[in-house]
Structures are given as C-alpha cells and as structure tokens.
C-alpha cells in the first residue's frame, strides 16, 4: 500500500513540476530592447493574449514615448482594451493617441474605434444616451477627416443606428403623449423628430402622426399641410394612400366649417 502511495505521489507531483520549470524557463526578461519587448507583445496579441500583450503595449508606450514605434504601441494598446470589452479604457487610449502622434499612420484607424468603442457602450433607446451622443460626434469627425475611407460605408451604417435609437427616443415620448391623448405635447415631440431625425426611420411615422393630432385638434387646415407634406416627403411609404385619403376628408371639414363670406352686393 506504502509502494503504490508513492508512486501514486510521483506520478502526480512530476507534471507540475516540469509545468513550473517549463514557466520559469519562459520568464521575461527585464533587460529587453525595445524591438524585442514589441515583437513579444505582437506575439501575444497574434495569440489573443489580450491581457499579457496589453502590459508589454503599456510598458513600451511609459518607457520610449518619443521612439518609432511609440504610436504603435499606444493603438494597440487601446486594442487589447477594446478586445477585452473595456470600452471606457479603450476610447481612452484611442483619444490619447490621436492627441500625442497626430501624424500617425494609426490615426484613421484609432478615430474610427474611438466611436465605435462609444458605440458598444451605447444603452437601449430608453436610457441615457451619453455614449450615443458621443459615438455619433465621433463618426461624423471621421466621415468629415476620412470620407474616401474604407471604413465609410461601416460608420455611416452605424452612425444611422445611432441616430435611430436618438429618434426612437423622442418617438416614444410623442407617442406617449398621443394615446394619452395629449395632442398639443404629441404634437411637440413628433416636431422634434421631424426636425432633429428627418433622416431616421421614424421620419414617416411623426410626420403621419403630426397630422393626426392635428385632426383630432379639429385644426384641419394644419392636418391638410401635414397630410400633404407626408405624401411629398415619403411618396413610396406604405401609409401614402392613407394619408391622401385623410387629406381629402380634413379638407372636405375644413370647406364645412369656413362660414361662406357675405356678398356686399346683396346688402346694397
């Protein structure tokens, strides 16, 4: 029993031994040049070390901020926060390069995920929107820096996503207002879309609703201006025909309710 113990002991200790020594063979040395700490942390990065390649990255940018190679460092830096989900500290380190290297080869790219990084901490439509304020100023910095940029068609894509979550936002609050029946509120909040989001997917809907209210306020000459307005603005829309229908019945009440002028002839 003794025999077997030991040899249960041996076979169990030697491969965590031989893991200790195969770890301290690997230690880092603290003496690395510059080229070498950098090429160890691509290494690390390449293996999606995301966590030992940001401490190399972070080293490098501390000890040789005026080398060559600082600019690169400090972006992928700012990468191992971003593939870590830290997107505060990430739209840090992006910020901070395009800062300290204006003249980077790394720009472009680190001005892109600078929003982008915003964009990931963007919240559903219902809570503050901070971060979507601050991705959409980001992405229009971009486009207005870097229109012939490959990454073009990507955030303008997604600067349309936060620009409808913004729209959806001020839309619910009209929306409440308007099945409370609140008109002369609703009416306030679709106006806001109109003219904040009139690019937003939630365009057609206010400028239907706008002129619900309207109707429903009996101002059916203001309801008749809306009605139009959405058949010229979204003439391909699902609710076009609605809409020229609803035209023609505020206008048929509206000739109803004008009171026929008096001809003065008919007084002399």
Same mark, same amino acid.
């Given at each position: 029993?003794? !025999?077997?113990?030991?040899?249960?002991?041996?076979?169990?200790?030697?491969?965590?031994?031989?893991?200790?020594?195969?770890?301290?063979?690997?230690?880092?040395?603290?003496?690395?040049?510059?080229?070498?700490?950098?090429?160890?942390?691509?290494?690390?990065?390449?293996?999606?070390?995301?966590?030992?390649?940001?401490?190399?990255?972070?080293?490098?940018?501390?000890?040789?901020?005026?080398?060559?190679?600082?600019?690169?460092?400090?972006?992928?830096?700012?990468?191992?926060?971003?593939?870590?989900?830290?997107?505060?500290?990430?739209?840090?380190?992006?910020?901070?390069?395009?800062?300290?290297?204006?003249?980077?080869?790394?720009?472009?790219?680190? !001005?892109?995920?600078?929003?982008?990084?915003?964009?990931?901490?963007?919240?559903?439509?219902?809570?503050?929107?901070?971060?979507?304020?601050?991705?959409?100023?980001?992405?229009?910095?971009?486009?207005?820096?870097?229109?012939?940029?490959?990454?073009?068609?990507?955030?303008?894509?997604?600067?349309?996503?936060?620009?409808?979550?913004?729209?959806? !936002?001020?839309?619910?609050?009209?929306?409440?207002?308007?099945?409370?029946?609140?008109?002369?509120?609703?009416?306030?909040?679709?106006?806001?879309?109109?003219?904040?989001?009139?690019?937003?997917?939630?365009?057609?809907?206010?400028?239907?609703?706008?002129?619900?209210?309207?109707?429903?306020?009996?101002?059916?000459?203001?309801?008749?201006?809306?009605?139009?307005?959405?058949?010229?603005?979204?003439? !391909?829309?699902?609710?076009?025909?609605?809409?020229?229908?609803?035209?023609?019945?505020?206008?048929?009440?509206?000739?109803?309710?004008?009171?026929?002028?008096?001809?003065?002839?008919?007084?002399?």
């Amino acid at each position: 029993m003794r !025999k077997w113990f030991l040899v249960f002991a041996c076979t169990a200790i030697l491969p965590a031994l031989l893991l200790v020594q195969s770890c301290s063979s690997k230690k880092i040395r603290a003496n690395l040049s510059m080229t070498e700490r950098m090429q160890l942390a691509d290494e690390y990065f390449a293996k999606k070390r995301y966590l030992d390649a940001r401490d190399q990255y972070r080293i490098l940018t501390l000890s040789y901020s005026g080398s060559r190679l600082a600019d690169k460092a400090q972006f992928y830096l700012a990468e191992c926060h971003f593939f870590t989900k830290e997107y505060i500290l990430s739209a840090s380190e992006y910020e901070r390069l395009i800062k300290m290297y204006p003249n980077s080869e790394y720009v472009d790219d680190a !001005k892109y995920k600078l929003g982008y990084s915003y964009y990931k901490l963007s919240p559903k439509y219902s809570l503050d929107q901070e971060y979507t304020l601050k991705a959409i100023r980001e992405f229009q910095e971009f486009l207005e820096e870097y229109r012939t940029s490959d990454l073009a068609p990507v955030v303008e894509k997604q600067l349309a996503e936060c620009r409808n979550k913004l729209a959806q !936002k001020q839309y619910s609050s009209a929306e409440i207002y308007y099945k409370m029946k609140y008109w002369d509120a609703a009416i306030i909040y679709f106006n806001l879309v109109l003219d904040q989001y009139f690019d937003s997917q939630y365009a057609p809907k206010a400028q239907f609703y706008l002129a619900e209210c309207y109707r429903n306020l009996r101002k059916y000459e203001e309801a008749a201006v809306e009605y139009d307005r959405f058949v010229e603005k979204f003439p !391909k829309h699902e609710w076009t025909g609605k809409a020229k229908e609803q035209s023609k019945n505020v206008k048929a009440l509206r000739s109803r309710a004008t009171p026929v002028a008096e001809n003065p002839a008919e007084d002399r």
